[in-house]
Nanobody
Framework: QVQLVESGGGLVQSGGSLRLSCVAS????????IGWFRQAPGKEREAISC????????YYANSVQGRFTVSRDNAKSTVWLQMTSLRPEDTAVYYC?????????????????????WGQGTQVTVSS
């Protein structure tokens, strides 16, 4: 089955850290830029980072710049999102998805491209 599976979410206090994992199965991660997204209750889905498959470049939304870091190991079929200095407004369900058209990110958004292989999401809750 072709899919991405997220894990690592949980409940953390404000200022704390979490590391999310996104594991690919059924396809080679090498061929796809991978995005991290989040959706808070009552809000639209937000693209927060993009990780390129080839050159190691990564891009971030202003809301997480300097606090979140994405990394990947294509051989392990895994992308990680290290989140530090967490805030209550970071509370959301976090998802990863593959850019089916690009290996390299242009920025942290995915405007004009096709996303696929969405995971089921992992809940992150930050208490104040």
């Amino acid at each position: 089955q072709v899919q991405l599976v997220e894990s690592g979410g949980g409940l953390v206090q404000s200022g704390g850290s979490l590391r999310l994992s996104c594991v690919a199965s059924g396809f080679f991660l090498d061929y796809y830029a991978i995005g991290w997204f989040r959706q808070a209750p009552g809000k639209e889905r937000e693209a927060i980072s993009c990780s390129s498959a080839d050159d190691g470049s990564a891009y971030y939304a202003n809301s997480v710049q300097g606090r979140f870091t994405v990394s990947r190991d294509n051989a392990k079929s895994t992308v990680w999102l290290q989140m530090t200095s967490l805030r209550p407004e970071d509370t959301a369900v976090y998802y990863c998805a593959a850019d089916l058209e690009r290996r390299r990110c242009k920025d942290h958004t995915f405007v004009g491209t096709t996303l696929g292989y969405w995971g089921q999401g992992t809940q992150v809750t930050v208490s104040s």
